[in-house]
T-cell receptor, first 115, second 116 residues
Framework: DTGVSQDPRHKITKRGQNVTFRCDPI?????LYWYRQTLGQGPEFLTY????????KSRLLSDRFSAERPKGSFSTLEIQRTEQGDSAMYLC?????????????FGQGTRLTVV | AQSVAQPEDQVNVAEGNPLTVKCTYS??????LFWYVQYPNRGLQFLLK??????LVKGSYGFEAEFNKSQTSFHLKKPSALVSDSALYFC??????????????FGTGTLLAVQP
């Protein structure tokens, strides 16, 4: 399978714990995005990487959130001291170079439940 | 700021009938518009996009979309609906182009229900 892969698919954690999600983009894609989707809403942008450089972070990304993309390949999204409001589907997407004309391909997401 | 609106939370259609899912947009500059579909507990699947050229864009699974600049709309259409088309559909606009982030701005989604 050459699509975007996310791990884990589901995560249940207790409030206050730290969690980390992984995303493996399509191999030739240099652009990687993280989005968050809550029930009844469209995905909301969190952060963007071009190769290993994190070029934009949404104001939705509080200090408890951090994302990395070492070596410009896979990416991780860590949430520290989780809160119930962090419960959501976290989606990763990647796209090839080509400015705004190329479509983004999404992974199946990681569903986080904070109890 | 770029934005899209999907005015219908849900669209109901009988199998075999044509379907339309509406989307309007607000952008500065030329719009890059996309449609995605989401099945339960799944990620988003790309359906089609409008960048430039013909106003009628054809995509996956028999879907097409019509770009209308004067009405700032990009409605998704299919001539004959299938029960398997039942899913959540998202319209999106790309925020910036060229050297910008190119992140997508999504609408709130429209649930399509196709009755047998």
């Amino acid at each position: 399978d050459t699509g975007v892969s996310q791990d884990p698919r589901h995560k249940i954690t207790k409030r206050g714990q730290n969690v980390t999600f992984r995303c493996d983009p399509i191999s030739e894609h240099n652009r990687l995005y993280w989005y968050r989707q809550t029930l009844g809403q469209g995905p909301e942008f969190l952060t963007y990487f071009q190769n290993e450089a994190q070029l934009e972070k949404s104001r939705l990304l509080s200090d408890r959130f951090s994302a990395e993309r070492p070596k410009g390949s896979f990416s991780t999204l860590e949430i520290q001291r989780t809160e119930q409001g962090d419960s959501a589907m976290y989606l990763c997407a990647s796209s090839s170079p080509g400015g705004g004309m190329t479509e983004a391909f999404f992974g199946q997401g990681t569903r986080l439940t904070v109890v | 700021a770029q934005s899209v609106a999907q005015p219908e939370d849900q669209v109901n259609v009988a199998e075999g009938n044509p379907l339309t899912v509406k989307c309007t947009y607000s952008v500065s500059g030329n719009p890059y518009l996309f449609w995605y579909v989401q099945y339960p507990n799944r990620g988003l699947q790309f359906l089609l996009k409008y960048i430039t050229g013909d106003n009628l864009v054809k995509g996956s699974y028999g879907f097409e979309a019509e770009f209308n600049k004067s009405q700032t709309s990009f409605h998704l259409k299919k001539p004959s609906a299938l029960v398997s088309d039942s899913a959540l559909y998202f319209c999106a606009v790309r925020d910036g182009y060229g050297g910008a982030t190119n992140k997508l701005i999504f609408g709130t989604g429209t649930l399509l229900a196709v009755q047998p």
